[in-house]
């Protein structure tokens, strides 16, 4: 079943402890797609300009992402975003940030894309995510991703946008912040009861919790002896997460379960090298290993 994405296609420059690269793919839409394609069929909307490679393109479309709603503006730029590691690296340190033609992007989802079953709002203006869920009006499933940015400045059109949706992703600290309580779990009732239908929160090293209906379910991370580039992992997340939705078709609460443990081995991979290179060097019998394995260490 096919999944549509929306968001950011960028040109990043990383530095972690284990070294620099400048200019690789990134981009929340770019993470979430190259992702969710071992799981079902993706759609893109997204805009680039006239500087992003026609190799990324091609790498694109070498996984089956369905590049219809890419948008090449002529004399744009693509949004570059520059961010460093240190430590622990469980926090980016932005150095700089150019959005360049992501800036003036309101999308219109092309009729080709319009019966698209799941959708995944990466993390955006929360005016845009509404303006895109609205026109996707056939839609099973649709989640977005935000950030403190939207929160802090955007708060009101956030919870429309929330309440669109059937289900919301966001890290601990955005969830408390939004929430309006230092502990998560009274944190997560109030989003709740703000309209959060389904509520995944990720929490880093510390695994992830997801609500529904009143219900808690909780995973540990993947342990990982090492971490080479964080960036991408949130993204891919909800794509093992939305893909495997997708794929089965089946949003019972014991599938979820199934795909929180996806989203948990899929962003595992991806924080293994830089950019997308660990995920473009595995394939889907890979992921299948190693949420083996993880069933393993949490069944008791």
Not at 36 to 46: D, E, N, Q, Y
Not at 129 to 135: D, K, T
Request: charged fraction near 20%; proline fraction near 3%; hydrophobic fraction near 45%.
């Amino acid at each position: 079943m096919s999944l549509l994405v929306v968001g950011s296609i960028a040109l990043d420059t990383v530095k972690t402890p284990f070294g620099e690269r400048t200019d690789v793919l990134g981009g929340a839409a770019c993470f979430f797609s190259v992702a969710a394609s071992f799981f079902t069929p993706v759609r893109l909307l997204g805009v680039i300009g006239d500087d992003f490679p026609d190799r990324h393109v091609q790498l694109l479309r070498s996984r089956g992402i369905d590049l219809t709603g890419l948008e090449r503006r002529v004399g744009g730029k693509t949004f570059r975003w520059s961010g460093s590691y240190e430590g622990r690296m469980d926090i980016a340190t932005t150095r700089d940030v150019k959005l360049n033609v992501l800036g003036e992007f309101k999308p219109t989802v092309p009729a080709a894309y319009l019966d698209s079953e799941f959708v995944f709002l990466a993390n955006t203006d929360p005016v845009t995510q509404s303006h895109v869920i609205r026109q996707v009006e056939g839609r099973r499933f649709a989640m977005l991703d935000t950030m403190n940015l939207w929160i802090d400045t955007k708060r009101d059109a956030l919870l429309e946008a929330l309440r669109l949706v059937d289900g919301v992703v966001m890290n601990d600290e955005e969830a408390r912040s939004l929430g309006g309580s230092s502990n998560l779990i009274f944190a997560m009732n109030a989003l709740s009861n703000m309209g959060a239908r389904l509520l995944v929160v990720k929490k880093g090293e510390h695994g992830s919790v997801m609500l529904r209906n009143g219900e808690f379910f909780a995973l540990p991370a993947y342990p990982l002896d090492g971490v080479v580039d964080p960036t991408g992992a949130g993204d891919t997340f909800a794509a093992g997460f939305v893909g495997h939705l997708a794929s089965t078709q089946d949003l019972s609460w014991a599938n979820l379960k199934r795909a929180l443990a996806y989203g948990t081995v899929t962003a595992s991979y991806t924080v293994e090298d830089f950019s997308l290179d660990r995920l473009l060097s595995i394939d889907r019998s890979d992921l299948d290993r190693r949420l083996n394995t993880f069933v393993s260490m949490t069944t008791w």
